[in-house]
């Protein structure tokens, strides 16, 4: 999942974890989204808070958090791994009091690699401008910390089309079928099971399947 070059969609489903809520912010204050290398999220935000105490701006640089949802794996048995995944893989959200030293300050921080903003063309040369922080808004702010509370956890399972299961519950119970389509966003999928001797298909929940191999 990408964000745009200004700010944050509108319909995004964003919740955080480790971030309970919208407390008021400090005078001066915005939160900002930085994009940074992938895979990077936790090691930007280690190496940050240390550069802030090191670099005296834990006065401008706040608060650091990286944007998670809850997730429930489940496994071939049918048990569930509870577990987290980034909302914005690639990106930190950062609230600070913006600055050119606390612009220094997380723009050198390595594996970062800008502000989500607005790009400011060059006049001369080749090659692209300086990006402009943009701040996110009110609402966009409320949003991801209002469903950090809110939203279930997503489930997730490794089901793709053609897979061979065998259903654990429900009326179906040890009926054997392959996987015709996956509904990750619903957390169900359709298989193709033999009733009455029939290839049917059958609407089932992630929890009540198991996968071969």
Not at 16 to 28: E, M, T
Not at 62 to 82: C, F, N, W, Y
Not at 119 to 126: A, D, L, M
Not at 165 to 184: A, H, Q
Request: contains cysteine.
């Amino acid at each position: 999942m990408a964000l745009s070059d200004m700010t944050f969609a509108d319909d995004y489903s964003s919740s955080s974890a480790s971030v309970q809520s919208a407390a008021p912010l400090a005078p001066g204050a915005r939160w900002y989204a930085v994009q940074v290398a992938s895979g990077c999220e936790k090691r930007v935000k280690a190496n940050l808070e240390q550069r802030i105490h090191t670099l005296d701006v834990a006065d401008r640089i706040l608060k650091i958090e990286i944007p998670k949802s809850a997730t429930v794996k489940i496994r071939k048995d049918g048990s569930r791994q509870h577990g987290e995944e980034k909302v914005f893989p690639g990106y930190v959200l950062i609230q600070m009091i913006m600055d050119d030293n606390a612009w220094q300050v997380v723009k050198n921080t390595p594996h970062v690699i800008n502000f989500v903003g607005s790009e400011q063309k060059r006049h001369y040369g080749r090659g692209r401008g300086h990006v402009e922080p943009v701040p996110l808004s009110a609402g966009e702010v409320e949003r991801i910390f209002r469903q950090a509370e809110e939203q279930e956890p997503i489930l997730k399972a490794s089901m793709q089309i053609g897979d061979h299961i065998t259903v654990l519950s429900g009326p179906f119970k040890e009926f054997e079928g392959e996987v015709i389509e996956v509904s990750p966003e619903r957390s169900k999928l359709k298989a193709l099971l033999s009733i009455f001797g029939r290839d049917t298909p059958v609407e089932l929940e992630f929890t009540q399947v198991e996968k071969h191999g």
